[in-house]
């Protein structure tokens, strides 16, 4: 079924339209990076692929049959990706030379963004307290700025260089910042509801 699903989207533009529409609410490149990380390791199947960007992914993101197979034809067609001959007759998929310094760059790329902050871009930062003073919000704004490069910054650093004793000691650094910002918002909620009750009584 998914061999001939990619055959389709080759042959039908509109379904090469709606796969584009669905996805839009993915980042840019975020499907292409995650598929050749996968090849990176070993070679794949389509369904072993989406399986394992799911896993990637910590299981918040697993992507459809729709967006994978016309993916994997289109980096065929650029040479970036070869199928395999199998005896079982699943096509199988691997990274050409092409494919691996283009998985190089791509890799790159990203964490160059997530140094700079790319991926935080406005509108969020934009739109974010917009009901308090300018000037304080933007030393907010670029405060929490720093907080999510910093967080990403981590995770990139985890993931090439993991060792428990790194992810337990992140682990408690994330779990006590967590802790604050929830006891600063049960802080603030508390006093807003203390005020509404001085001003009911009046």
């Known amino acids: 079924m998914f061999g001939d699903e990619r055959e389709h989207s080759r042959c039908h533009p509109m379904r090469n339209h709606n796969w584009m529409r669905r996805n839009a609410m993915v980042p840019k490149g975020f499907l292409r990076y995650h598929l050749l990380e996968a090849l990176s390791e070993k070679s794949m199947s389509g369904s072993e692929i989406i399986e394992q960007i799911e896993k990637h992914t910590g299981g918040f993101w697993k992507p459809s049959p729709g967006s994978i197979y016309p993916l994997l034809a289109w980096l065929q067609d650029n040479s970036y990706i070869k199928e395999l001959p199998t005896e079982s007759g699943l096509k199988r998929y691997e990274l050409t030379e092409n494919g691996k310094t283009l998985f190089q760059e791509q890799k790159k790329m990203r964490q160059k963004i997530r140094e700079e902050g790319g991926f935080m871009n406005a509108p969020?930062?934009?739109?974010?307290?917009?009901?308090?003073?300018?000037?304080?919000?933007?030393?907010?704004r670029n405060s929490m700025k720093r907080l999510a490069i910093s967080f990403f910054r981590l995770g990139s650093s985890l993931q090439e260089n993991y060792s428990e004793e790194a992810m337990q000691e992140a682990l408690k650094v994330v779990n006590e910042t967590t802790e604050k910002f929830d006891q600063l918002d049960k802080k603030m909620k508390e006093s807003k509801g203390e005020k509404n009750e001085s001003n009911q009584s009046k």
Not at 124 to 140: A, G, M, Q, S, Y
């Open 124 to 140: 969020f930062f934009e739109n974010f307290l917009t009901k308090i003073d300018p000037e304080r919000n933007v030393d907010f």
